[in-house]
């Protein structure tokens, strides 16, 4: 009887400290992140849009979309993680730019339901406290994005004259 309570106490407290760290990397993902980068919007734009695919993605779908906004511009990745939005906006001087990345709106993965309800059951405890389906696939992504950014704006301070393509 005490092994039975024992292992009821260590699963509750074990489900707990995972919750807690699932909520704590979805709520870093969807905290807006932004740093300035000495490259004209279109620029960045483009790297975010490339770089942020992993080499399957980049393999096996169509090249992601940057929408003009009325701030500037827009990137949206989506994946079965969740989505990851960018807006880049041109700052004064027309080689300065803001980038700034957050987790966008929740994906839903088609998978067996449960009993019927009409919800994934991988999707029920995120829909529930809104965060993304895999909050560290995206942080990975957003932070691959910012050092693609951070090594072009290096790499264009140094080589400004070749495009950054050829050296990224």
């Avoid at 024992?6 to 400290?17: D, H, K, M």
């Avoid at 993605?57 to 929408?67: A, F, I, N, S």
């Avoid at 079965?80 to 839903?108: E, K, N, Y």
């Avoid at 950014?149 to 950054?164: E, K």
Wanted: charged content about 20%; some cysteine; glycine content about 8%.
């Amino acid at each position: 009887m005490e092994a039975v309570t024992i292992a009821i106490l260590a699963a509750a407290l074990f489900s707990a400290v995972a919750f807690g760290r699932m909520n704590r990397r979805g709520s870093l993902a969807q905290a807006p992140v932004s740093a300035e980068f000495p490259l004209p919007p279109e620029t960045a734009a483009e790297i975010a849009s490339q770089s942020a695919l992993t080499t399957r993605e980049k393999l096996t779908r169509d090249p992601v979309p940057v929408t003009r906004t009325q701030a500037g511009l827009h990137v949206e990745i989506a994946c079965p993680a969740g989505v990851m939005t960018f807006d880049i906006i041109g700052l004064p001087g027309a080689s300065h730019c803001r980038v700034t990345a957050r987790a966008g709106d929740l994906t839903q993965i088609g998978l067996p339901d449960i009993g019927g309800i009409g919800t994934p059951s991988s999707d029920v405890l995120h829909l529930r406290v809104g965060m993304p389906r895999n909050a560290a696939k995206l942080i990975r992504r957003r932070h691959r994005v910012f050092q693609a950014l951070t090594v072009a704006s290096s790499r264009n301070a140094a080589y400004d004259d070749v495009p950054w393509a050829a050296h990224v």
